[in-house]
């Protein structure tokens, strides 16, 4: 019997709640469903339906969203559903058959980025939802399966996997053009075999730095609610396509001074760190005017 924790998160929409596993349940992918017969691959969602307010079930790696029909209030029954979840979970049932993963044809394609040292590696396949960086092989080892066997390569600096890509740094002792195309086969292979991709969420130490990105927003204050909000439609789709990811650390309301991090392609490449640094600083002043002074942008 494992020890999966369950927590309760709300959302914008108040017939929706989120409850959010402290490790990842499913690998890879999400799943929605909007009746009990779409989800006859889902055994924790079929049982979910069996509640007579639930509409819509939603998951994901390391979280299951409900929709409720009006007929109740969650406040009333929230804390029966988290307890029935940690109990269906934490007893080792099932809760996504392997038959339902979609067998679609994987497609693996390489893109060079700003960064010389990273080389991007998109699919057609959903990898997480939750953007992971490991610097080393003893950090991939507690978390992710796929980066633990991508260091195996010898020339394997670090590794990023975000949504639907995967940027890996290289030593400088070989060129991309190399090895790029043994590193894209691997990967292919590795979506094709339906392997875990990530095992569990990655528990940074912070180690006297700012180097932790924060991941729950649900406490933050208003500016840095907004900045979060700014950076996520207006900055990070453009780094995304480039390989990289820029995630927020805090705002310091006396000082006036964001600090985000670059991470995946954006991380240690010689261009980004000003150039990001300045985008970004422009954009979060002309949209929060007199509330930003400087934007730290901090190497992941």
């Known amino acids: 019997m494992t020890n999966i924790k369950i927590q309760i998160e709300n959302t914008n929409n108040d017939s929706i709640i989120k409850f959010v596993s402290n490790t990842i349940i499913i690998n890879g992918g999400s799943f929605e469903y909007n009746n009990i017969d779409e989800a006859k691959d889902a055994p924790l969602a079929q049982q979910l339906f069996h509640l007579p307010f639930v509409k819509k079930v939603f998951l994901t790696a390391n979280f299951i969203a409900i929709q409720c029909y009006d007929i109740v209030e969650w406040n009333d029954v929230q804390d029966e559903v988290k307890t029935q979840i940690e109990a269906y979970i934490n007893d080792g049932n099932t809760i996504i058959n392997d038959s339902s993963s979609k067998k679609d044809a994987i497609e693996v394609y390489a893109e060079v980025t700003p960064n010389p040292s990273v080389m991007k590696f998109g699919t057609n396949k959903a990898l997480t939802k939750i953007d992971v960086e490991l610097k080393n092989i003893e950090e991939a080892s507690k978390s992710s399966p796929l980066a633990m066997e991508l260091f195996n390569f010898a020339f394997v600096k670090e590794v990023f996997i975000s949504e639907n890509y995967i940027s890996v740094t290289k030593f400088d002792v070989i ?47 208003e500016t840095s609610s907004k900045i979060v909000a700014i950076l996520d439609e207006y900055i990070k789709p453009a780094v995304a396509s480039d390989g990289g990811n820029i995630a927020f650390r805090k705002y310091d309301p006396e000082t006036k001074k964001v600090s985000v991090i670059l991470q995946g392609a954006c991380s240690g490449c010689p261009s980004s760190t000003i150039t990001l640094k300045n985008g970004i600083e422009t954009m979060l002043k002309e949209m929060l005017p007199n509330q930003i002074n400087e934007v730290i942008a901090i190497n992941g």
Do not use: C, H, M
């Not at 590795?190 to 406490?219: C, F, M, R, V, W």
């Open 175 to 221: 060129e991309w053009n190399e090895v790029y195309q043994e590193i894209r086969t691997f990967i292919r292979k590795y979506l094709q075999e339906g392997k875990t991709i990530i095992s569990n969420i990655p528990q940074k130490e912070t180690q006297g730095t700012q180097e932790t990105a924060i991941t729950n927003t649900e406490d933050l204050d």
